[in-house]
């Protein structure tokens, strides 16, 4: 088994983009590997989840907005994920995920606990390998 190749260079030499680009993927392999290997995936630090009662003006629908805080993760295969502001949650990004993994789908509930207007969400919770 090979391992990654790092790259070298001699004084004076002539670098191609190729090489730079080579350099650069060497040490985000690196730091990857190092994180995948040597830390368990999870969240970092912040990533909470805050929820906002919102009407909507055209239609007086009551919604839940959902929004995910600052914060930083690493996922299974050692990518760091940073979220640098809070970023507001679309309902399409739970149909995205729910149409992908899910065959039924929970009620979404208001802050109240009351069934809300639209369509469920679902949310998962996976165990870590191991």
Known sequence: ???PLRPAFHEGQVLAATD???TVEYARGSAARHAR???EWGVVEGLGL???P???PLTNVRYT???VAVGMAVDGTGREMVVTEPVVLRESDFEEVNAR???TTLSSLTRDGT???GPGLLLRQRARPG
Request: net charge negative.
């Open 1 to 3: 088994m090979t391992g």
């Open 20 to 22: 730079l680009s080579a």
């Open 37 to 39: 290997h040597l830390h």
């Open 50 to 52: 805050a929820t906002e």
């Open 54 to 56: 919102r009407t909507d």
């Open 65 to 67: 907005e959902v929004s």
């Open 101 to 103: 993994t899910a065959t």
């Open 115 to 117: 069934p809300s207007a």
